[in-house]
């Protein structure tokens, strides 16, 4: 199965079962903490939102982009006033240009570094210079460290903070990064997790930061 045919087949339940518990909610709440600082100083109208999926990010963007129609339907009857564009990321529209940020979440993980690559160059078409780019990618750290193998696509590509700033570096700059999710809360009881979130974000702000789940990274588009 595709990446794409996965997401269509799992659209209509997909904020329910990702989001919808205590550990989503935890990374929601940390994604969002991030997105109002970085996002602070921009408007809604000059940013989109790469892989918007069901539209869970779109408080932040006016505009979306996704490669599956299915997620798009979704996103249209919680958001019928934003901009939605059903685009594969590798085939982002000559049009979209302009922008002030864009952000991608919860995307580079079905790609490979060759393909991430080329969505950060056609991205940065469409952000102009000087603007922001927000995206995640999953931590090689982490997943050497925990002796993790690679199967299948699904969340397959994790690379070390380097890798990203050289795939990027023909026109961003990685200027800030965050790390998310430490400890495995998903695993434990649903009542204990409140209090693993705190313990989990001290760490995220401690010199392990690097062996995060996940990177959030902050990248500026090159004059």
Request: charged letters at 20%; proline letters at 4%; one cysteine or more.
């Amino acid at each position: 199965m595709s990446v794409i045919d996965y997401y269509n087949q799992i659209a209509s339940s997909y904020d329910e079962s990702r989001f919808a518990n205590s550990y989503g909610q935890y990374i929601d709440r940390c994604e969002r903490t991030i997105l109002s600082a970085w996002l602070a100083d921009c408007s809604t109208k000059d940013v989109i939102d790469f892989g918007c999926g069901t539209g869970r990010l779109l408080t932040y963007a006016m505009t979306g982009l996704d490669g599956s129609q299915e997620m798009l339907s979704v996103a249209t009857q919680k958001y019928p006033d934003r901009r939605l564009i059903h685009a594969d990321l590798t085939q982002i529209p000559d049009q979209l240009h302009g922008f002030s940020a864009a952000t991608c979440f919860h995307v580079m993980m079905h790609l490979q570094p060759e393909q991430i690559e080329s969505f950060l160059q056609r991205a940065a078409r469409v952000v102009k210079p000087g603007g922001i780019l927000v995206v995640d990618f999953m931590s090689e750290p982490r997943r050497r460290l925990l002796r993790k193998k690679k199967t299948g696509w699904h969340a397959n590509t994790a690379l070390t903070l380097d890798h990203i700033s050289r795939l990027a570096a023909s026109d961003w700059q990685l200027t800030q990064w965050r790390g998310i999710l430490m400890l495995p809360i998903h695993r434990f009881p649903a009542f204990i997790r409140p209090l693993l979130a705190r313990i989990d974000r001290f760490l995220c702000g401690s010199f392990l930061a690097p062996y995060a789940s996940y990177y959030v990274v902050r990248l500026e588009r090159r004059a």
